[in-house]
Nanobody, 127 residues
Framework: QVQLVESGGDSVQAGGSLRLSCAAS????????IAWFRQAPGKEREAVAL?????????ATADSVKGRFTISRDNAKNTVYLQMKYLKPEDTAMYYC???????????????????WGQGTQVTVSN
């Protein structure tokens, strides 16, 4: 099993920056991908960034955050980060990290491809 704990959410002004952290524990040997999702009230869950823990750590970001968000990892700390810059009010959401249980291959954007989820951390961006 994998446990994930997010932290770093806050209330910030538009144009500001935040770094979210996702700390993983438990057995992660069968995990290939970590994803950051976000969900605002009344909206569908949206994947914003993916990282493949294998193959050198390939990453991908959604068009809605491309050029502003960066996903990265620190293997020594078993932690994945989401660096968010130039934040916009539309970025306001609960942010979750998630882990799959694959032993290889690529990562997916669908939320039902992920088996383990953190509790979420709130990001609020105001004008």
């Amino acid at each position: 099993q994998v446990q994930l704990v997010e932290s770093g959410g806050d209330s910030v002004q538009a144009g500001g920056s935040l770094r979210l952290s996702c700390a993983a524990s438990g057995y992660t040997g069968a995990t290939s991908c970590i994803a950051w999702f976000r969900q605002a009230p009344g909206k569908e869950r949206e994947a914003v960034a993916l990282i493949n823990l294998r193959y050198g750590g390939n990453t991908a970001t959604a068009d809605s955050v491309k050029g502003r968000f960066t996903i990265s990892r620190d293997n020594a700390k078993n932690t994945v980060y989401l660096q968010m810059k130039y934040l916009k009010p539309e970025d306001t959401a609960m942010y979750y990290c998630a882990a799959d249980r694959r032993n290889g291959g690529g990562c997916y954007w669908r939320h039902d491809e992920y088996s383990y989820w953190g509790q979420g951390t709130q990001v609020t961006v105001s004008n």
